[in-house]
């Protein structure tokens, strides 16, 4: 599409690259909502112990959290991708089931 001062429009389109990063970005605060803040809740309103609990939950939503990647970046000069905040994250919440299976098996 061609404007009237002969320039392409599809400049002022987002790149996809960005859509995407966009979009992982807030995928990543979502997850943070869910797992951090549920974790969270769940061990203020249940205790800490087992470790079980809402902890390794609450830790996966850290370890996804932008902020997290932001501040690691700026205060311990480590710069963390998307794909290795979210491999962190699924980790802790494959521990955290792992550890309900073999380690603390929930009390009935």
Partial sequence: ???EAGASSTKS???WSRVGRVAGEAAACGWFILAG???LGLIIKTGPWPPTHGWFAMFSG???C???AWA???YLGVALSGRARLGAA???ILAGRL???LVWPPAN
């Fill in 66 to 68: 932008p902020l997290t």
């Fill in 37 to 39: 803040c549920g974790g």
């Fill in 62 to 64: 850290l370890a996804g």
């Fill in 90 to 92: 699924a980790l802790f």
């Fill in 1 to 3: 599409m061609i404007s």
């Fill in 13 to 15: 389109m987002l790149p």
């Fill in 72 to 74: 690691s970046r700026r």
């Fill in 99 to 101: 550890a309900l299976l």
